[in-house]
């Protein structure tokens, strides 16, 4: 559909949201169904052609949903308020699909942990740092999002951290970010962070059970490093990072 037709012109029925109600969202196109999502264009351009535009940017609808709000609001016709919109709508589609668990997954390893963390990180183009919130028999409570970016004390504060753990009630936490490049090796700033919120943690009488470290190269537990240790936090060296790495299964 080219850029001077606008939904208006169609008749009624044969509009992306009319379509919609009357056959069901499996009768709709792909531009069709993000044309229901952004729900209008912009001056002078249809919505379907910014369903256009967003299918040519990023090829598929895989590409769509990997993209972040950034390079979706870059492209004519969405902006950030509609880039938020499909993000949000990817994270509504991805939540439905996981299984519903009778109970909640005990996180009793770095392998536990990988296995639960790997779908949210290995696919992300900048560093996220999660958090997962643990009761006292190691059973997940939630998972707490705390940074996005490269990570910086500023960043990755005890306080913000151990806000939701309290909030949450928590009895330990199991901390983890990604290194996008793919390597996990840790770095001399990573080590120092763990140490920072292992502190943080023995203070409040919330353990930080382990910091893990994730790439499509690898994963790299801290705990295992010798950087954390139960009690205080543990004194390490530059050979400290290069132990013990994990290969992903």
Request: glycine share 8%.
């Amino acid at each position: 559909m080219g850029s001077t037709l606008t939904v208006r012109d169609l008749p009624f029925s044969e509009r992306p949201r009319e379509r919609l109600t009357r056959l069901g969202p499996e009768a709709l196109s792909e531009q069709e169904l993000l044309a229901c999502i952004l729900g209008r264009g912009v001056a002078g351009e249809s919505v379907l052609e910014s369903a256009r535009r967003l299918l040519k940017a990023f090829g598929t609808l895989r590409g769509i949903a990997e993209a972040s709000v950034e390079q979706l609001a870059s492209v004519h016709g969405i902006g950030p308020a509609k880039a938020v919109q499909l993000k949000a709508a990817v994270e509504l589609a991805r939540r439905i699909s996981r299984p519903p668990e009778a109970q909640p997954p005990v996180i009793d390893s770095p392998e536990a942990a990988a296995t639960l963390l790997g779908p949210r990180l290995l696919d992300k183009k900048k560093e996220h740092f999660l958090a997962l919130l643990l009761d006292n028999r190691r059973r997940l409570i939630r998972i707490s999002p705390v940074a996005i970016g490269s990570l910086s004390a500023t960043l990755v504060h005890p306080r913000e951290l151990f806000k939701d753990a309290i909030a949450a009630s928590a009895a330990a936490i199991l901390v983890a970010h990604n290194h996008p490049s793919g390597d996990p090796e840790p770095s001399a700033h990573d080590v120092e962070i763990t140490a920072r919120l292992v502190e943080a943690g023995h203070l409040l009488g919330i353990e930080v059970v382990d910091h893990l470290i994730l790439g499509t190269g690898g994963m790299v537990s801290l705990r295992a490093a010798g950087v954390i240790t139960d009690g205080a936090p543990a004194h390490t060296n530059e050979e400290t990072a290069s132990l013990f790495r994990h290969r992903m299964r």
